[in-house]
């Protein structure tokens, strides 16, 4: 899954998620119509929390 960042001024919004980074780029014209032309975006691939957990846990040890 992949979140869709947009920093606008000092706003940030998240919006997803999305199956694939094409359908968050896909949605990114329908989003930024509402942001000013100073907008900035990324896309994020979002992490499975277990994974999240196991790298953090074998980092401690």
């Keep these: 899954m992949y979140l869709l960042t947009v920093k606008d ?3 940030t919004r998240h919006i997803g998620p ?3 980074p ?3 780029s896909d949605d ?3 989003i930024l119509e509402s942001c000013s032309d100073r907008a ?3 896309i994020h691939a979002l992490e ?3 994974r999240v ?3 953090l ?3 401690a040890s």
């Design 9 to 11: 001024g000092l706003g």
């Design 18 to 20: 999305y199956p694939s």
């Design 22 to 24: 094409k359908h968050a």
């Design 28 to 30: 990114l014209d329908r």
């Design 40 to 42: 900035r975006w990324q």
């Design 48 to 50: 499975v929390p277990e």
């Design 53 to 55: 957990g196991r790298g």
């Design 57 to 59: 846990h074998a980092m």
